[in-house]
Structure formats: structure tokens, C-alpha cells
């Protein structure tokens, strides 16, 4: 069936790591999200790409960095950098229409 | 840039009642299309139901049904005979005809009592 993986589901992260979530779908779709989700504040965009090695800053792209070296894989890195970055993580695709794909999610908590 | 507000937090409501969930939004677009996600307690985002701008029928999926008011920038979404599997959160969601990212609203966690 198609759909979107997301990996881990769940992470912890010690203080100054960098972590990578991976995020995989077998949809062909060409545009792929990531978002976040703090309680209260609802989803807010970090990075999207809309083609291979392409892709453009959301509204909380500091401390994030992202690759999209195939059309299946959007891999996000949680920097250092990112100073509270517990919290759940989404992942989305579409074929550029109005529908939208959701991956399960990963739960990243800094220990 | 767009915005989506949800002004409720949280709502309750007892099982087999209606119950309206508000939702605003700001945009100088003319098409578009606004949405309905439930997130239950497994976090997965799940399509309750979908309005194009363009139409002017509301949208009805089953219990789930809208009122769509363009020129207030309104979407509620309206769910009646509530069921215990509605319980969840509900995000709503903003989306330029032309544009590519998805806005979602703060959401609004609803809990159906038995």
C-alpha cells in the first residue's frame, strides 16, 4: 500500500546532538513537508520541497536543516542549534493538489 | 500570509449530541481550499472533510457537515449524532488554489461523553 514512513517513532536526544528523522513515501508525489507540533500551537511548517534538491524555509526553519536528494526522501536534521526541540514531528506529501498525506509521526524528547 | 484561528481550545459534548467547532481565517486569495483534520489520540492526521472556496455548497461527509461564510472568512464545522470515536483533536487548515503549504489553525481538542 502506498504511503509515508516515518522513523523512529519515537527519539531522544541528548544536549548538543543532531538527530536525523526520516521520512519516506511511495506515492510519487513530488512535494514534501515537515511539521511541527507543540500543544496549543497547532502544526507549524519547518521546511518544504516541491522537487528534488529543492526546497524552501517554512516559518521555524532555525535549527532545522533538510535534504531532498530523491523524490521519496525528505530527511530532517535537528541541529544543535535548535534550542527546545522536544516536541512531535509530521510529515506530509502531495501530488500538488488539494490532498495531503500524512506520515504516523516521530516524538522527539531531549534528555 | 494566510493565518487560521481556532478560537476554542476546548469543547465538550455528550454522546448522540451536535456540536459546532469555529474556525477563522485571513487571506487576499480568492481560491482556495479549507479543511477539516481529526488528530485521535494515535496523533494520526485523519481527512474529516474538504471545502473549495469556489463552491458555494457547503461541504457534507456523513455527520460531518460545514458552513462556509467567504465573505466573514468562516469555516465552522458542524458534527452531529456525536460518537465516543470523535473524541480527538480537530485542526483547521488553509491552502492557497496556487500555492503549495498547507496553515493549519491551534486546534480545538473535542471530548465526547458517554
Known amino acids: 500500500d502506498g504511503g509515508i514512513t516515518q522513523s523512529p517513532k519515537y527519539l531522544f536526544r541528548k544536549e548538543g546532538q543532531n538527530v536525523t528523522l526520516s521520512c519516506e513515501q511511495n506515492?510519487?508525489?513530488?512535494?514534501m513537508y515537515w511539521y511541527r507540533q507543540d500543544p496549543g500551537q497547532g502544526l507549524r511548517l519547518i521546511y518544504y520541497?516541491?522537487?528534488?534538491?529543492?526546497?524552501q524555509k517554512g516559518d521555524i526553519a532555525e535549527g532545522y536543516s533538510v535534504s531532498r536528494e530523491k523524490k521519496e526522501s525528505f530527511p530532517l536534521t535537528v541541529t544543535s542549534a535548535q534550542k527546545n526541540p522536544t516536541a512531535f514531528y509530521l510529515c506530509a506529501s502531495t501530488y500538488g493538489g488539494p490532498g495531503y498525506t500524512f506520515g504516523s509521526g516521530t516524538r522527539l524528547t531531549v534528555v | 500570509a494566510q493565518t487560521v484561528t481556532q478560537s476554542q481550545p476546548e469543547m465538550s459534548v455528550q454522546e448522540a449530541e451536535t456540536v459546532t467547532l469555529s474556525c477563522t481565517y485571513d487571506t487576499s486569495e480568492s481560491n482556495y481550499y479549507l479543511f477539516w483534520y481529526k488528530q485521535p489520540p494515535s496523533r494520526q492526521m485523519i481527512l474529516v472533510i474538504r471545502?473549495?472556496?469556489?463552491?458555494?455548497q457547503n461541504a457534507t461527509e456523513n455527520r460531518f457537515s460545514v458552513n462556509f461564510q467567504k465573505a466573514a472568512k468562516s469555516f465552522s464545522l458542524k458534527i452531529s449524532d456525536s460518537q465516543l470515536g470523535d473524541t480527538a483533536m480537530y485542526f483547521c487548515a488553509f491552502k492557497g488554489v496556487g500555492g503549495s503549504r498547507l496553515t493549519f489553525g491551534e486546534g480545538t481538542q473535542l471530548t465526547v461523553n458517554p
Open positions: 520541497s516541491q522537487i528534488v534538491n529543492d526546497f
Open positions: 471545502q473549495e472556496a469556489y463552491k458555494q
Open positions: 506515492l510519487n508525489h513530488d512535494a
